[in-house]
């Protein structure tokens, strides 16, 4: 086994253990902890492929940016470790079915896949560099790229419009 | 193309007219954009086939006419806002805005030769539709309906994403030629990974149209919304969603057919049946309309499963004729409901319709056109709307499905017949409704078209 591999499967391991450990734990704060740490996994696995731009912006973005904007309501919203008393057990019996069954599907479908076989001679190093991301932005997918500002203004407008106060509303 | 240059641009034009002291300019100015990118839209009607962009978007007739109705549905809808005249919390530039931004969305899901603009497209239409849902902000149900639909719909979103992933996963290519021809290469060995994919995608286009299971967010958002709001997400997001899937099924997995007909099939004919029989046990009025969108949607759903040569006409005019009903159906609920408020809400209730013919024969004769054609009886748009899907489905030999969809259509008979009821048999004490010159012509132009297209069905073809 060569080392990429078995770093390969060191960091899918780490994934999966970590974003198990989001679910299962009590706390949010553990909770949002333990999604970081599999950001960061997951950035690892984008090195992996070739993809350091991307690794890079995984981390700045959602581990940084969001992560703390994440730990930061949950601090606000000051949240105790509550037993969850609401949910019943059909509730959960349906949720383990229908999770469940996507997990077969998926893993049958990964199963029955032939995965692309890997030619060292053909590596091209430069795949993930911001440069040719770039090249392919701005060029084949222009017009998504364009359009995506609209998506943002929408998210822009809509955050002030119900975010403004109103008149006669409490001041805080 | 055009449509969708013009309307993102002239969205900014609309917030920027917000800045002025007076707000009545802004809804003449909306709906002279609304003009303008209609106009913009026929500039390409001679073109034929039409790429943009490396492949990116891409126009046709079928493209240019589904725009044509996207763009009609929201002038009706635009001009019954009255411009939020009467409401001191309103903020009309906000709404104008992001209805146009919209429907720049609607566009890309109706044109879209990428799944990444499937997906750009989507996520543009319904980003807008959360906010338009909680633009009440000091209604409470307004509230709840707004964070319900941005949770299950970004959930949605991400199952189609992941969809997308994997589609792109198996065939190498996110372009729907692309994957059209890894379709046809690989049609002796299936490739589960696309199935996979192909089953995530439709789970999430199916939450946008709310087909079930899928659709446990309707009753609630289009309940909790504003009416107005409501008529746009029934009428403009249904169609928008359709003729995505219309394009995604018919272009790209066309050479599949036998995987995803059975699926698309089941839930059809689950769709059919807890959209029409949960309708029956609603005493709001909105709220049975919530559920009628629900069965409209298992109605097109039909006509996509059986995606014979005739599907296209079919979804078009259905979709049309769905479209002008609903909007009359609103435009009659919104004035009535105002003026028997409850407590300072709008009453949408059965009862709020008690005596409306007597002092408002026009409301009420609106009022039955869009429930008979919604019903699907002959001599109005609805019916045609109906005969198509069915006489599709025959074409595939799907008797089951039409029996059920028979049926149901029954049963749709007796919910939507009881405001009619309410309104002529049963005594009220509704007072004159006064309602906006501009207003009655959108009511009455919708119920006229209604009925045109009811009598003559194959001037809609003559058109295209």
């Known amino acids: 086994m060569n080392p990429t591999l078995s770093f390969f499967y060191f960091l899918s391991f780490l994934t999966i253990l970590s974003a198990i450990m989001v679910v299962v734990s009590r706390s949010p704060i553990h909770s949002v902890l333990y999604l970081i740490l599999t950001f960061f996994c997951l950035s690892g696995h984008y090195i992996l492929l070739n993809a350091q731009f991307l690794a890079a912006v995984n981390i700045i973005v959602y581990a940084g940016a969001i992560m703390v904007l994440f730990l930061f309501v949950i601090m606000f919203l000051n949240m105790k470790e509550e037993e969850e008393k609401f949910r019943g057990n059909v509730t959960k019996i349906a949720a383990a079915i229908v999770g469940g069954t996507i997990f077969i599907i998926l893993f049958g479908a990964y199963r029955k896949t032939q995965v692309g076989t890997y030619n060292p001679y053909e590596f091209k190093s430069q795949t993930g560099m911001v440069e040719s991301l770039g090249m392919v932005l701005f060029r084949d997918y222009l017009l998504p790229f364009e359009l995506a500002s609209v998506l943002f203004l929408i998210a822009m407008v809509g955050a002030v419009m119900l975010g403004k106060r109103e008149i006669g509303e409490r001041h805080f | ?464």
């Open chain 2, 1 to 464: 193309m055009y449509p969708i240059v013009l309307l993102s641009v002239l969205g900014i034009v609309v917030l920027y007219l917000g800045f002025l002291k007076s707000k009545s300019i802004l809804l003449p100015a909306t709906l002279l954009f609304l003009v303008v990118a209609m106009i913009g839209n026929f500039f390409e009607w001679n073109d034929g086939e039409l790429l943009y962009f490396k492949g990116m978007f891409a126009v046709n007739k079928l493209t240019l006419t589904f725009n044509a109705i996207v763009l009609f549905s929201a002038f009706m809808i635009v001009a019954m806002t009255q411009g939020f005249q009467d409401n001191e919390e309103a903020q009309p530039a906000e709404y104008f805005a992001l209805m146009l931004f919209s429907l720049v969305g609607a566009f890309m899901m109706i044109g879209f030769e990428n799944l990444i603009m499937l997906f750009l497209g989507v996520e543009i239409l319904s980003v807008a539709m959360y906010v338009l849902t909680g633009s009440d902000k000091r209604n409470l149900r307004s509230n709840e309906a707004a964070l319900k639909y941005f949770l299950m719909g970004a959930f949605a979103t991400g199952i189609m994403l992941f969809g997308i992933a994997l589609l792109y996963g198996a065939s190498g290519s996110f372009s729907l030629n692309g994957i059209e021809s890894f379709v046809t290469l690989n049609q002796r060995s299936p490739s589960y990974l696309l199935y996979a994919g192909l089953l995530l995608v439709l789970i999430g286009m199916l939450f946008k149209v709310s087909a079930a299971p899928f659709h446990f967010w309707t009753p609630d958002v289009y309940d909790g919304a504003p009416s107005i709001f409501t008529a746009f997400m029934a009428t403009i997001v249904k169609t928008a969603g359709f003729a995505a899937l219309f394009r995604l099924l018919s272009h790209s997995f066309s050479g599949i057919y036998d995987f995803w007909w059975p699926t698309l099939s089941i839930l059809t004919v689950l769709t059919l049946l807890v959209g029409n029989i949960i309708a029956v046990y609603q005493d709001s009025f909105k709220r049975m309309l919530a559920y009628s969108s629900i069965s409209h949607a298992g109605y097109l759903l039909i006509a996509l499963t059986s995606m014979t040569k005739q599907t296209e006409n079919a979804i078009l005019f259905y979709s049309m004729a769905y479209s002008f009903a609903t909007i009359c159906a609103f435009g009659v609920l919104i004035p009535v409901a105002r003026e028997k408020s409850l407590e300072g809400r709008p009453n949408e209730s059965y009862e709020a319709f008690n005596g409306l013919a007597k002092n408002n024969p026009l409301l009420a004769f609106v009022l039955t056109v869009s429930m008979l054609s919604l019903a699907g009886i002959p001599l109005t748009a609805g019916f045609w709307g109906k005969f198509f899907v069915f006489s599709s489905a025959v074409e595939r030999e799907l008797v089951w499905m039409i029996i059920v969809a028979v049926l149901m259509s029954a049963v749709g008979i007796y919910y939507y017949f009881r405001v009619i009821m309410a309104a002529y048999m049963k005594e009220g004490d509704t007072a004159t409704i006064r309602i906006a010159p501009f207003y009655k012509i959108v009511l009455i132009a919708a119920t006229l078209l209604t009925i045109l297209f009811g009598l003559a069905p194959g001037l809609f073809e003559a058109a295209m």
